[in-house]
């Protein structure tokens, strides 16, 4: 299979992009800047890397020709002046490189959510593009993920676990579903290896689920060292942006409510983590180095 991968230097689409070419097949990657390391780091892989985004309709349509299959992404969550434009304008140039391709598979990477009248900005604003990308009648599948594990990996977040804390926005009883970027790689491979099982499906996407008491207690193990939990009061969230103020707050009422047994036994063969397993493999060497 072929497959142009968006985003493919960033989480998501990276993720992806390393799944297909472990399983053998050839992938263009979508980049904003293809020297950077993780771009450099798929070339190493297999990939071919083509400089663009989504941003750019016609640089699209060009890298997607020949290809059998698209993986996009849409506008990073903010919430900001114009998101809602650039989520629905990056789904459907996606949508239509897809067609121009020849009727190549599109799976578009929306949220979990999206689809139930929340209110909350940027997942209104992929709501939109999840319409407009079906009202294109391209082959295509929508994939919708949690809270991202990969969020611990900024620098802000990774300071504070250095300094023995884990803060998050949400009671230390809130039990929060989260899925880690390599999971939605793999299931992403498989729903394109298996395009006729997925095709016009919307499928939610979560790893794990688990409190933040839970979480700073695996952290803990993680590092040899005590991590406390901390909730951080939303109005320090409303301050910097009131899209993921409503975002926690809903989380804090339940969230998505991903099923995630169901989910789990429909694809076994992701090899889903676990938060601590992942937290070993990815933040153990920084959990090491405790800062004042």
């Known amino acids: 299979m072929r497959a142009l991968v968006t985003g493919a230097a960033e989480a998501q689409g990276g993720a992806v992009a390393r799944a297909l070419l472990a399983r053998g097949h050839r992938v263009r990657a979508f980049s904003r800047g293809p020297g950077d390391p993780a771009a450099a ?101 929508i ?70 008491a839970e979480a700073g207690a695996a952290l803990s193990r993680v590092a040899g060292r005590e991590i406390r939990y901390a909730e951080v009061p939303l109005a320090e969230v409303r301050a910097r942006s009131e899209d993921l103020a409503a975002m926690f707050r809903w989380l804090a009422r339940g969230g998505p409510g991903v099923d995630i047994a169901a989910l789990h036994a429909l694809s076994p063969e992701v090899g889903w983590r676990r938060f601590e397993d992942w937290a070993r493999e990815h933040l153990a060497g920084a959990l090491t180095r405790a800062v004042a």
């Open 41 to 141: 780091r798929l070339i190493e892989l297999g990939a071919e890397v083509v400089q663009g985004s989504l941003d750019e309709p016609r640089a699209a349509a060009r890298a997607a020709a020949g290809v059998d299959a698209v993986f996009a992404v849409g506008a990073p969550p903010d919430g900001g002046p114009g998101a809602r434009d650039a989520e629905v304008r990056r789904g459907l140039a996606a949508a239509e490189a897809a067609r121009a391709a020849g009727g190549a598979h599109l799976v578009y990477a929306s949220a979990a959510g999206a689809d139930r009248g929340t209110g909350i900005p940027h997942l209104e604003s992929k709501a939109a593009a999840e319409r407009r990308i079906a009202a294109l009648g391209v082959p295509c599948t």
């Open 143 to 212: 994939l919708a993920p949690v809270y991202l594990m990969e969020d611990l990996l900024s620098p802000a977040a990774l300071l504070g676990l250095q300094r023995g804390v884990y803060a998050v926005p949400l009671p230390a009883g809130c039990r929060l579903q989260q899925l880690a970027a390599d999971d939605l790689g793999r299931f992403a491979a498989l729903v394109l290896e298996r395009r006729r099982d997925f095709l016009g499906r919307r499928v939610e996407l979560a790893s794990d689920e688990l409190t933040g």
